[in-house]
């Protein structure tokens, strides 16, 4: 595993123990009737299946990038000349047209 896939683990991890703390933490509000330990447990909850899920969606990014770069490096020309075509385009598309003098 890279350096930055136990990065990603890591985050997970954490993501995943916040989640279950948040879960105590609203169940053990409930039970007492703790109205604010059972909001910081709701919190919790969202912040840690926000953390997990933010990890998982770096992991994906972070596969399609490899998968470009590994592309530009097997076949450097057709990488150029598709650069070249979606530059064409965009300058087309983006710049404005001149009005025919006439």
């Not at 595993?1 to 123990?17: C, D, P, Q, R």
């Not at 879960?23 to 953390?51: H, I, N």
Request: aromatic fraction near 4%.
């Amino acid at each position: 595993m890279t350096e930055s896939g136990n990065e990603t683990f890591v985050e997970k991890a954490k993501g995943t123990i916040e989640e279950g703390t948040g879960r105590l933490k609203d169940a053990a509000g409930g039970l007492t009737g703790d109205l604010g330990m059972q909001a910081e447990g709701k919190v919790d909850q969202l912040s840690g299946m926000a953390r997990r899920e933010f990890a998982e969606l770096y992991e994906e990014g972070e596969g399609k990038v490899e998968k470009a770069v590994l592309f530009v490096q097997d076949r450097p020309l057709l990488s150029v000349a598709i650069a070249a075509v979606v530059g064409l385009l965009a300058g087309l598309i983006l710049l404005p047209r001149r009005a025919a003098k006439g």
